[in-house]
């Protein structure tokens, strides 16, 4: 039986009254430390500023599993966040979405990543944005191997005004 089945099993039993909370807490803890996870590391990082602004933490870092939370991986949500998925204002992770946004998918106002996604600017393999910057690009002003937009600009564009490998727009001269 898989951890994950097992872990269901657990939570059935105390669903019915078989298990106290206090029970179905220690044989949760007990089976996610058991070697069928030593794979993964033992415990992620969690830290999270006491000072707040607007709600949010001042900054926050959620990296790698936390069993004890039952979480695969970590989300940080502050004003700068660090983790696999990061939520802020500034925010870095495989998962980034914030005004600022750096990641392996960003998403914000400003995104810098693999795949970016950005209000204002979009800069990244395959960026999306009002100024899209990448390998593909697709936003109002578009500059990359393969352009689309209002103005693009690259290998192969298609747009309104464009300048490609075949074809440059006179008004764009």
Do not use: N
Request: hydrophobic fraction near 45%.
């Amino acid at each position: 039986m898989s951890p994950a089945q097992e872990v269901e099993r657990l939570a059935k039993l105390h669903a019915e009254g078989a298990l106290t909370a206090e029970e179905f807490t220690k044989a949760k803890s007990q089976l996610l430390s058991t070697t069928a996870l030593s794979k993964f590391p033992a415990k992620g990082i969690r830290r999270q500023s006491q000072r707040k602004f607007c709600g949010l933490p001042l900054r926050a870092v959620a990296i790698g599993p936390d069993w004890e939370r039952g979480e695969m991986r970590g989300h940080a949500r502050g004003i700068f966040a660090l983790g696999d998925i990061a939520t802020g204002w500034f925010a870095c992770g495989g998962l980034a979405r914030g005004f600022f946004a750096i990641g392996g998918l960003a998403i914000g106002l400003f995104a810098f990543g693999g795949a970016a996604i950005g209000v204002f600017l979009a800069v990244g393999g395959a960026a999306i944005g009002g100024l899209a910057l990448g390998g593909g690009a697709v936003g109002g002003i578009a500059i990359g191997g393969g352009a689309c937009g209002y103005y693009a600009f690259g290998g192969g564009a298609i747009g309104v005004h464009t300048i490609s490998a075949t074809h440059q727009d006179p008004a764009c001269a």
